[in-house]
Antibody
Framework: QVNLQESGPGIVKPSQPLSVTCSVTGYSITTSYYYWNWIRKFPGNKLEWMGY???????YYNPSLKSRISITRDTSKNQFFLQLNTVTTEDTAVYYC??????????WGQGVMVTVSS | DVVLTQTPPTLSATIGQSVSISCRSSQSLLHSNGNTYLHWLLQRPGQSPQLLIY???RLESGVPNRFSGSGSGTDFTLKISGVEAEDLGVYYCVQGTHAPYTFGAGTKLELK
């Protein structure tokens, strides 16, 4: 059974980096042709796709975030990570990780709420 | 970026009623490879989004067949044939034809 679980800080101060981890069980993140995504949901229901890291380690970011975002992975722990730099209150959101392949976004984590506040 | 416009923003329905949600794209979602990467998600209250339909009309495994998708080019529709209580939540269309992925603003399905 594929399971994704996010973990994160809860609260981040403005201008600081935001870091969230997605721990995957039941499926290897290096399995061919699978992509591991970060998606966030702002207050008020808007969803934004942030980027992915693929099975072979290649990365694609949403151009709107390109200067601030970094997605990395630790294959030994079957985890991948989101870092978003220089956050503002507008980065307050629920952060989700999700799997994508031929079938898009078929597994999601439960999400982690991150609030940017001083 | 591709803009997806969903209507209506809110939908009130009774149990057993059939309803439709529209998703219109700012540009054609037909990819050069012949696929149309338009999908539908449902987020129930307190839960993560879940995939309902992908590639316009393909039902995800385990999703009841009262859900159906149709459309082409820039106009797409999700239909629920006989709403059940568990269908309440926010429905999103999402496109993957043109990077980056973009989502519609959502349609909230409520009980009348």
């Amino acid at each position: 059974q594929v399971n994704l679980q996010e973990s994160g800080p809860g609260i981040v101060k403005p201008s600081q980096p935001l870091s969230v981890t997605c721990s995957v069980t039941g499926y290897s993140i290096t399995t061919s042709y699978y992509y591991w995504n970060w998606i966030r949901k702002f207050p008020g229901n808007k969803l934004e796709w942030m980027g992915y890291i693929s099975y072979d380690g290649s990365i694609y970011y949403n151009p709107s975030l390109k200067s601030r975002i970094s997605i990395t992975r630790d294959t030994s722990k079957n985890q991948f990570f989101l870092q978003l730099n220089t956050v503002t209150t507008e980065d307050t959101a629920v952060y989700y990780c999700a799997r994508h392949s031929r079938v898009p976004f078929d597994y999601w984590g439960q999400g982690v709420m991150v609030t940017v506040s001083s | 970026d591709v803009v997806l416009t969903q209507t209506p923003p809110t939908l009130s329905a009774t149990i057993g009623q059939s309803v439709s949600i529209s998703c219109r794209s700012s540009q054609s979602l037909l990819h050069s490879n012949g696929n149309t990467y338009l999908h539908w998600l449902l987020q129930r209250p307190g839960q993560s989004p879940q995939l309902l339909i992908y590639l316009v009309s393909r039902l995800e495994s385990g999703v009841p067949n009262r859900f159906s998708g149709s459309g082409s080019g820039t106009d797409f529709t999700l239909k629920i044939s006989g709403v059940e209580a568990e269908d309440l939540g926010v429905y999103y269309c999402v496109q993957g034809t043109h990077a980056p992925y973009t989502f519609g603003a959502g349609t909230k399905l409520e009980l009348k």
